[in-house]
């Protein structure tokens, strides 16, 4: 990725600092928490591929987005409609499904660039069934996101079948960063989820009163 480009993406990631959502950085592309979903959407040149309510929450998407090299969606997600929290998720189909670690190994330079060392890079292992080595090495030898690599073989089945999980975590003053790869069914999900540090116990609050979501 080149120097100029990873400056580029890197505008859509900046955290800022300041409390007035409507003057200060963005903590999410042009966006920054608390906004109403009126102000995020002035936030952005096009309009959004879907609106919807879930459980008390709005959620607005945009289609048809790039980061690094990936096509993606851009999810907001608003609860008692102020932003708490969005969403990168990566639209790629691969019919090997060790092309998703690829993908993974991808992004994470960028988010690296960005925020530095994470506070955590984690390979979740629920099951060994499709790997060499048994559960108890694997949660020992590789217990990191950053052990995995795509030229292991089963890896990409294993987060298919939600045998594995992987997940690299930042934290800044303002911004949780989470980027995930996850499966279940044969189907995996690779994405970057981005939650407001001061709105997280509102928006739980705020989903309480209306039973679990699944945004």
């Not at 997600?77 to 499904?97: S, T």
């Not at 690299?168 to 407001?196: C, M, N, P, V």
Request: aromatic fraction near 10%; include cysteine; glycine fraction near 8%.
């Amino acid at each position: 990725m080149g120097r100029l480009f990873l400056l580029g993406c890197c505008a859509f990631l900046a955290i800022g600092r300041a409390s007035d959502p409507v003057s200060q950085q963005p903590d999410f592309r042009r966006a920054a928490w608390g906004m109403t979903r009126a102000q995020v959407l002035a936030t952005e040149a096009s309009k959004p591929s879907d609106i919807r309510e879930s459980n008390g929450e709005w959620i607005v998407r945009y289609d048809s987005i790039r980061l690094g090299d990936l096509a993606c969606r851009v999810v907001y997600i608003f609860a008692n409609d102020k932003l708490v929290r969005a969403k990168y998720v990566f639209d790629a189909e691969h019919g090997d499904p060790n092309d998703f670690i690829r993908d993974f190994k991808t992004i994470e330079p960028l988010l690296h660039e960005t925020y530095g060392k994470p506070v955590s890079e984690r390979a979740f292992w629920q099951d060994d069934l499709y790997q060499d080595e048994p559960r108890s090495y694997l949660e020992q030898d590789r217990a990191s996101s950053a052990d995995i690599l795509p030229s292991d073989r089963f890896v990409g089945l294993s987060i298919s079948q939600g045998h594995l999980k992987l997940y690299t975590q930042w934290r800044g003053d303002r911004t949780k960063i989470l980027h995930g790869l996850t499966g279940a069914d044969d189907h995996i999900t690779h994405q970057i989820e981005f939650l407001s540090v001061e709105l997280e116990k509102f928006e739980g609050e705020v989903r309480g009163t209306r039973g679990p979501s699944n945004n």
